[in-house]
């Protein structure tokens, strides 16, 4: 299993000076990545300043040399996909291959979407999101992409370089538990980024059984990532309680999640006493 920092992109977590610092801490203390939210507005408990994560990304990306980064999640919807294509090839050559790409859907909660005259419409939204997928993957082929779906329609593109990493950026999908389609999309990809429909935090054994059915729908054997947040205290016996039944339920990545009600030293603090250790 491997340790991750995860942050809001809104509020005090909007300022890339101090994010930039906030990752180079966390590589100092051992870490292995560091990922970020990606919203366009949060209004709770009233409105905040929010950042682009992707400029976020290049600012953390600049002070650090080792550890993992991306955005969880990107809704591939809110994006024109050749656009992000270019945003996260850039980001895999400036960090020597260590984006990470995380999508999904995302939500209207605070009008992300409709704020925008866009529909919230979720069935749209993943219909989006399968066609984005395909045309991402297209672009960074390196070959002459053509590509005529529902949503998007390209022709002849001949996108330039292409990734670091092969044979394409990873790429992480997150879902809610127990929906099926989402694990369905998740098996064809690089990894899993659940979460339960009843807003309840995911167990081992949901863990088990989100595994059980990708395995069903896999058809890779590739190596697969499973994404799970919480908290730890970073105090060695507590923590291994905690974090040891995901990682033996197959959870490879623990993302140690911070929210808006976090004051900057609390986080400061966790981070610098290091991974849990298990």
């Not at 992109?9 to 990545?33: H, I, P, Q, T, V």
């Not at 749209?124 to 991402?136: F, K, R, Y």
């Not at 998740?186 to 899993?192: C, K, L």
């Amino acid at each position: 299993m491997r340790f991750a920092i995860n942050t809001p992109n809104f509020g005090a977590y909007s300022d890339a000076r101090m994010m930039a610092g906030l990752a180079r801490e966390a590589e100092e203390a051992g870490w292995d990545g560091f990922y970020i939210w990606d919203h366009m507005l949060w209004t709770w408990p009233e409105n905040q300043p929010v950042a682009d994560p992707y400029v976020l990304l290049t600012a953390i990306a600049m002070s650090t040399e080792r550890l993992r980064l991306g955005a969880l999640v990107t809704p591939i919807a809110r994006r024109r996909p050749h656009k992000l294509a270019r945003e996260i090839v850039t980001l895999d050559h400036l960090t020597g291959g260590r984006i990470t790409l995380g999508a999904g859907i995302g939500g209207d909660w605070f009008g992300d979407y409709s704020t925008f005259g866009e529909p919230p419409d979720d069935k749209s939204h993943a219909e989006m999101l399968d066609e984005g997928l395909d045309v991402l993957c297209g672009l960074w082929s390196g070959e002459k992409f053509s590509y005529e779906g529902t949503h998007y329609k390209i022709k002849d593109a001949h996108f330039i370089p292409t990734p670091v990493q092969g044979p394409r950026v990873p790429i992480w999908v997150a879902g809610m538990w127990p929906n099926k389609r989402p694990f369905r999309r998740a098996a064809q990809w690089d990894g899993v980024c659940p979460l339960r429909k009843d807003d309840e935090p995911m167990t081992p054994d949901d863990f088990r059984a989100v595994l059980a059915y990708i395995s069903e729908h896999r058809t890779s054997d590739e190596p697969f990532d499973v994404i799970f947040g919480s908290r730890t205290l970073g105090e060695s016996p507590q923590d291994a309680e905690k974090v040891g039944p995901y990682a033996e339920a197959g959870v490879t990545w623990w993302l140690e999640g911070f929210t808006w009600d976090d004051t900057l030293e609390q986080v400061h603090e966790r981070i610098r006493k290091g991974p849990p250790r298990i």
